[in-house]
């Protein structure tokens, strides 16, 4: 299954540049997601536009899939970018600043995503989990009764992606998928969390 990351954004509330390529502990964002999907035994594509000509430049130099949207929006870009690949299978979607995801998590994904037999799925988790990490999100869905905010993870079927696709909509009691920076206070965050792993491995 394909992964198309989206990294066509221009990070204007981190105001720090592309924010793909912001770092923690020097490697960047969307490093950290590439990673995880392929060790999860998928097929990175990245999802650029315009605006990030830096992210571009940093795929071309290791050889990473990519392909340059117009920028037209999240989901418009989503769009082209299957019908550019011709894309008629399920395939993931996922934004570039969900440094935390692990491969474990992405598997789980894909698993209960079959099982539904749906022909797309969505990625939650509970809002008093991302409330209690110190990240925030400008949109409240509920999902099992459970007030809660889109992880940033999709899957999508390619052969109709034109139209609404009926989903199914899992939520993950998860902290991997809290931290999707958007904000400086939020990246403060992650990155006390990150120093805290790498003390705990001295």
């Known amino acids: 299954m394909h992964a198309l990351i989206l990294a066509g954004g221009c990070g204007t509330r981190l105001d720090l540049g592309e924010k793909p390529l912001v770092t923690l502990n020097g490697t960047p964002m969307i490093e950290y997601v ?4 392929q060790a999860a035994g998928h097929e990175v594509i990245v999802i650029l536009s315009k605006k990030t000509p830096y992210t571009r430049n940093w795929c071309r130099a290791r050889g990473i899939p990519h392909f340059t949207a117009s920028g037209s929006g999240y989901i418009e870009d989503i ?4 019908g550019f690949l011709e894309e008629v299978n399920p395939f993931f979607t996922c934004v570039a600043d969900l440094p935390c995801l692990k491969p474990a998590v992405i598997r789980e994904i894909e698993g209960k995503y079959r099982e539904s037999g749906k022909e ?16 925030r999100s400008s949109y ?4 099992c009764g459970v007030p809660a905010c889109p992880a940033g993870i999709n899957i999508l079927r390619g052969d109709i992606i034109e139209r609404p696709q009926e989903e199914c909509q899992l939520l993950f009691h998860d902290e991997s998928l809290v931290f999707n920076i958007n904000t400086r206070d939020e990246l403060e965050r992650i990155r006390l969390v990150f120093r805290a792993r790498e003390s705990e491995k001295q």
Do not use: H, Y
């Open 140 to 143: 409240v869905g509920q999902v």
């Open 120 to 135: 797309a799925c969505s990625v939650w988790v509970p809002r008093d989990l991302t409330m209690n990490a110190g990240c």
């Open 34 to 37: 590439i990673d995880a999907f």
């Open 79 to 82: 769009v082209e970018a299957a």
